[in-house]
């Protein structure tokens, strides 16, 4: 019997291409920079920033300070700019997203969310609408594990207190999310919905996975 799901968070439950785009090609041209400058830096701290290392600040004043450029203003700026546009990515999900999260609790259901975010996505999920409704939120950011290592799935189940038969996983498919989910005995599902919006890459449908099209799909594997 299904106790619990356990969410993505981004490409899942919000996008990223339903507002302005500000990834790192875009910091690059802000900065000024060619973006092989850029991600010497940028790529090579992606890990410490996602287990809560270090911080989108300290990363831009590395960059800065490494490229002889640093300003506090310039800093500042980039800085502000970021933590923005992850707070408007929370204003712009899909309008089905709560009736479905909604309909779970009203099943009964405990939510949970396993997200890979830097901490500048932190500040924007805490204070989301989204938030609140989940029972267990894991953010990599705040306990030093990421996707797909199974130990954050674990971590998951533990504080959920269920057992992995008992929890659904549902997820894009990024960071081979779904085979861990699968590794650890949850039952993986791919959605799918927001695919078609990432105009950046080739919508990747894992056939492998069961896919759902509809955020309400969900409630058909209960």
Not at 66 to 94: A, P
Not at 118 to 128: L, Q
Request: aromatic fraction near 12%.
């Amino acid at each position: 019997m299904i106790k619990a799901v356990v969410f993505d968070m981004f490409e899942t439950l919000v996008t990223h291409y339903r507002s302005d785009w500000y990834f790192g090609e875009h910091i690059a041209a802000d900065l000024g920079l060619s973006e092989d400058k850029f991600r010497e830096v940028w790529d090579a701290t992606e890990d410490d920033r996602t287990l809560g290392k270090r911080t989108f600040e300290e990363t831009i004043k590395e960059i800065l300070q490494k490229n002889n450029m640093y300003s506090d203003d310039l800093c500042e700026r980039i800085v502000t700019k970021r933590f923005d546009n992850k707070k408007e990515i929370f204003k712009t999900f899909r309008e089905d997203i709560i009736p479905m999260l909604e309909a779970l609790h009203e099943r009964g259901l405990k939510i949970a969310l396993i997200s890979n975010c830097f901490d500048e996505e932190v500040a924007a999920i805490k204070p989301s609408r989204l938030y609140p409704y989940f029972d267990v939120p894991i953010l990599s950011y705040e306990v030093g594990l990421q996707k797909p290592d199974l130990a954050i799935y674990e971590l998951a189940l533990e504080r959920l207190d269920l057992k992995p038969v008992e929890c659904l996983y549902v997820g894009d498919g990024g960071n081979s999310e779904l085979q861990s989910a699968t590794k650890v005995g949850m039952k993986a599902l791919q959605a799918r919905w927001y695919l078609p919006e990432n105009t950046r890459k080739t919508p990747r449908y894992m056939y492998e996975f069961d896919g759902l099209d509809e955020p309400m799909d969900i409630l058909k594997f209960l």
